[in-house]
């Protein structure tokens, strides 16, 4: 089959004809691939930025696929454990180290599949996975955002952040975002939201502060020196829960304003299997359709992979393959 493999560190991934993989136990299954989603975590591989690399490897954690008896969507969250609160040391994700989704075939374990809900079409069922379970977890099971909330998502344009934007929607949460990027404030109003502030602009937080009267939930990714602002606009009783750190390490921020305001600061990664069916009940219920960038066909990694490095998407950037 064809496969992207990833051979070197800091150059694209080669478009080379590799093994078919191999149907090892009843318990996995043969797919096709239909579409496959990026997600940041293929770009920091690829930069030589992320624990433990092993090469060659195919990367490509989200995809919807085609079996004998269906069309499916595969949770990325692999060995996730017994314990709720926490995944088990041997929780991996699908591309890298096992071979990824930018290939055209795959072996999953069969009760990691979940089936297409019926009001979307597989390129945007592809756009599901990684980034729908982080958002859900942090934004519903770890922040435990509700009706009425303020809730603040920073990088409005990222795959996770939009997902963030409508779980919280859905739920009936007044939501505002940030971006490095004045016309994803422009699209995230159109998705309904009730404010958004340019993280270029000189004192970004104060003019969020006086549009929304504070937040009660920041679901955050960014962290860097944009965390400590995000500090100075919670409510009391607050949590901030982040995800990742695009922008790196974060320091000097108050401890003082955490501990006097009671704010909560939450680490979140991915989701258990639980959480992961626990969305697609809520996707097909509020009838949430994911919010594409472009679809590149698969033969265009390369760009796809340039237009995630430069931050220019606004949602998910997905290939058919
Ligand atoms: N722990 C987990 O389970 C988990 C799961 C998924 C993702 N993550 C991490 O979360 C982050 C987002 O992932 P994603 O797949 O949603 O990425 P993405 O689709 O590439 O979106 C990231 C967004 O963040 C903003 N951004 C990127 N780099 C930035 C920087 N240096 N400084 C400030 N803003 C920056 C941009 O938004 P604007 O242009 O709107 O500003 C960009 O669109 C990544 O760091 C990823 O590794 C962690």
Same mark, same amino acid.
């Given at each position: ?81 017994? %314990? %709720? ?18 290939? %055209? ?18 390129? %945007? ?8 379970? /982080? ?18 998502? /920073? ?70 020196? /944009? ?41 979140? /990664? ?52």
């Amino acid at each position: 089959m064809k496969a992207w493999n990833l051979l070197k560190l800091s150059e694209n991934p080669v478009l080379s004809e590799v093994n078919d993989p191999q149907l090892w136990d009843n318990n996995h299954i043969m797919a096709d691939i239909s579409h496959s989603a990026l997600n940041h975590r293929d770009v920091w591989i690829i930069k030589g930025k992320y624990p433990s690399i092993k090469l060659p490897c195919v990367l490509g954690s989200d995809a919807s696929v085609l079996t004998g008896s269906g069309k499916y969507i595969i949770n990325p969250g692999l060995e996730w454990g017994d %314990e %709720e609160s926490f995944q088990s040391d041997s929780f991996h994700i699908l591309g890298m180290p096992g071979q990824g989704t930018f290939a %055209e075939k795959i072996v999953v374990p069969e009760n990691s599949l979940f089936e297409v809900p019926d009001h979307l079409t597989m390129a %945007e069922a592809a756009a599901i996975p990684l980034a729908g379970v /982080t958002a859900y977890r942090a934004l519903i099971k770890r922040a435990g955002a509700k009706q009425g909330d303020k809730v603040l998502i /920073t990088g409005a344009g990222g795959g996770v952040s939009l997902w963030a934007v409508q779980f919280a929607l859905a739920l009936g949460c007044e939501v505002y975002v940030t971006s490095g990027k004045e016309a994803k404030i422009e699209k995230a109003l159109a998705l309904g939201v009730a404010g958004g502030v340019c993280t270029i602009e000189n004192d970004w937080h104060k003019s969020l502060l006086q549009k929304s009267g504070g937040f009660d939930i920041i679901i955050d990714s960014i962290m860097g020196n /944009t965390f400590p602002q995000l500090i100075k606009i919670c409510n009391a009783g607050a949590k901030i829960c982040f995800y990742g750190a695009s922008a790196g390490n974060t320091q000097d921020f108050s401890p003082h304003i955490i501990f006097w305001r009671q704010i909560s600061l939450l680490g979140s /990664t991915m989701g258990s299997p639980e959480d992961f069916s626990e969305m697609m009940a809520f996707i097909k219920q509020n009838k949430i359709k994911p919010v594409i960038d472009r679809v590149y066909s698969f033969s265009q990694l390369p760009d796809a992979l340039e237009r995630m490095q430069t931050s220019a998407q606004f949602g998910k950037i997905i290939l058919e393959h």
